[in-house]
């Protein structure tokens, strides 16, 4: 539990409350939603005609009905808005900006499916539960609780009534979207089957809150030595649909926004009372998230400034697990070697890295490419000293959706980083409203700085305890010194394959010339063969006709022998020739892609 000398002072927040309206669920919905996506796509398209016509871009608003989406759909929203190198960017600036809002549902209902979720009364668990909603979203709802028998206060989460069907019911939409846009070819660039197995991932997890508790314990363990504080779970009271964590009395990032919004409050004294920098709180959240995401491999997806606390003496606390992501390990080095170069300004280095973000290597000139992407940092480099800019716009993350959507860059990134992009884009609004003129270079050059000392000290803390082991270890000094050596031999594979696509393709056009020869030929033999009947048959006029006649009527008289010379000449030419031919076409299938 948090202590008390933790906690801030109260920070005045207005009373708000929340819309209710009861939660049902219709077996028209889907034809809803789908009578809903139709019309936002004939809006979109209607909009890019405008657009060609007046030669003005305006702004793509969606205006979603919030009691007809549910948590699903949002975020298949915000996944397809990382993609803004496949999808345009007025489209996914709109997808970027829903949030996930919803009306809370008549307590009636929450303790109807609150008893029948712990299997007992309510009294006998809670002493007092506050009936108007903390927070709601679409398909979750929270509200402060006094645990009878531990006598605090707590968070209660849970799953309104319907959530289940609802998530079912629309992965089952989507499952049958993903098929339609898969037979038709369109956008197969994005991969929908992928995309339906990573939401249908989510979603297991999602409606599963033990799922949530255990990372969210493992997170709380990893954290200990930083100051960002995770919220206890209470695993008595655990179930499928209900979570019961601490309550911590502090105000959120978003409530010290909205207070720093109105030019009437002044927050310096709060903020000089309760120790809090909103600079080294920055600083700090930006090392403790890539910690987590590049040595723990256990990260929060959902650091908005919904779910962080500010706490006393430049501390913060996390009140929401959500969605926490582990990557394949493989990942997570090429990301270190990336970033580790793109802080350490080695840009060469750093475009050799990133061309191990793509899974399979397409047609492209690795120098070309190399030099937009240096082109691309140096700018980026330079653009980060300008105080005026938003955080978010000289982010990391802003810089991987720039560098994805270079026209030389091939667009094959797979799903598995939309999770990393999602997780950083919220932190980059948390960042943005904690430190806007924050430098995203320099805060990574002073992490891998930090992570190379906690590294070595861990070292040293491990060779009392080791020494035995250290011995036999030194057996394998060579293949621990060649780690390095391994990338760069991925990297030199990498160009190996690219050069082979470049003989790929001039195979191909030898493979056309040669077919082209090939109908050259046998066009030949046949002019040929019916000359040699013109000249040799008394009946030969009658079967070729008076227009074949005509041509071949022109050709010098030849004998037999050389008639029979000039024939085999041409037909071991076409023989040879396509057998050269389908040698070619098995090199090019036998050749990587």
């Known amino acids: 539990m948090l202590a008390n000398k933790r906690l801030p002072t109260n920070l005045p927040k207005p009373d708000q409350a929340l819309p209710i309206r009861p939660q049902s669920i219709s077996r028209f919905r889907p034809l809803k939603l789908l009578s809903y996506f139709a019309t936002v796509f004939c809006r979109y398209q209607w909009m890019r005609l405008q ?44 997808l970027n900006q829903l949030t996930d809002v919803g009306h809370a549902v008549p307590f009636e209902q929450i303790q109807t499916h609150l008893e029948n979720q712990l299997g007992t009364a309510l009294e006998q668990s809670f002493q007092q539960i506050d ?3 903390l927070r709601a979203t679409s398909s979750l709802q929270y509200h402060r609780a006094y645990l009878r028998q531990e006598q605090t206060w707590v968070t209660l989460k849970l799953h309104k009534p ?39 991932e989510h979603v297991r997890t999602f409606l599963d809150f033990k799922f949530e508790a255990a990372t969210q314990q493992r997170l709380q363990k990893h954290l200990q030595s930083h100051p960002l504080y995770v919220a206890d779970i209470f695993p008595a009271y655990l179930r499928q649909q209900v979570l019961v964590s601490e309550y911590i009395a502090a105000p959120s990032l978003a409530d010290y926004h909205q207070h720093q919004q109105n030019t009437s409050n002044d927050l310096t004294p709060w903020l000089i009372e309760n120790n809090i920098q909103p600079s080294k709180l920055s600083k700090r959240l930006f090392n403790a998230m890539h910690y987590q995401t590049l040595e723990m491999n256990l990260f929060p997806s959902q650091l908005h400034p919904e779910n962080l606390l500010l706490l006393r003496d430049n501390r913060l606390a996390i009140i929401d697990g959500g969605a926490t992501v582990s990557l394949d390990q493989t990942l997570v080095q090429h990301y270190t070697l990336f970033l580790r170069a793109l802080a350490q300004q080695r840009y060469t280095s750093a475009a050799e890295y990133a061309l191990l973000f793509i899974p399979s290597l397409p047609n492209l000139d690795v120098a070309d490419c190399t030099a937009e992407l240096i082109k691309l940092w140096r700018t980026w480099e330079t653009q980060t ?9 000289k982010s990391i993350r802003h810089l991987l959706q720039c560098m994805r959507a270079l026209p030389e860059y091939p667009n094959t990134t797979p799903w598995a980083h939309v999770k990393v992009s999602i997780a950083w884009r919220n932190m980059d609004t948390s960042l943005q409203q904690l430190a806007p003129n924050m430098h995203p270079g320099r805060a990574l050059k002073r992490y891998f700085q930090a992570a190379t000392k906690r590294a070595s000290e861990l070292h040293l803390k491990q060779i ?9 270890a030194m057996q394998q000094l060579p293949r621990q010194f060649s780690e390095y050596a391994f990338y760069q031999q991925l990297i030199t594979h990498r160009q190996a394959l690219t050069y082979q696509t470049r003989t790929h393709t001039s195979d191909a056009w030898i493979h056309a010339l040669l077919r082209l020869f090939s109908g050259f030929l046998c066009l030949l033999f046949g002019y040929l063969g019916g000359a040699f009947l013109y000249q040799h048959s008394a009946h030969s006029a009658a079967l070729l006709g008076p227009q074949i006649t005509h041509w071949i009527q022109h050709v010098p008289t030849l004998n037999l022998s050389l008639w029979g010379l000039l024939l085999g000449g041409v037909a071991l030419t076409l023989q040879r020739t396509l057998a050269l031919n389908k040698r070619l076409a098995i090199r090019q299938h036998a050749l990587p892609t």
Do not use: G
């Open 162 to 200: 319907h959530t289940h069907k609802i998530m079912q019911q629309d992965m089952a939409l989507f499952q049958r979207l993903t098929n339609l846009f898969t037979y038709f070819a369109i956008r197969p660039e994005l991969h929908w089957h992928s995309l339906n197995q990573h939401l249908q």
């Open 51 to 94: 657009t060609r016509v007046n030669s003005h871009t305006a702004p793509f608003q969606l205006h979603w009905p919030i009691e007809l989406l549910s948590h699903f759909w949002y975020t298949a929203a915000h996944m397809l808005a990382q993609r803004t190198d496949l999808l345009p960017t007025r489209l996914c600036t709109a």
């Open 385 to 393: 000293h300008l105080d005026h800019r938003p955080y978010t716009e």
């Open 131 to 133: 009936t108007p909603a």
């Open 464 to 472: 009392k305890r080791t020494i035995p082991h250290n011995l036999a």
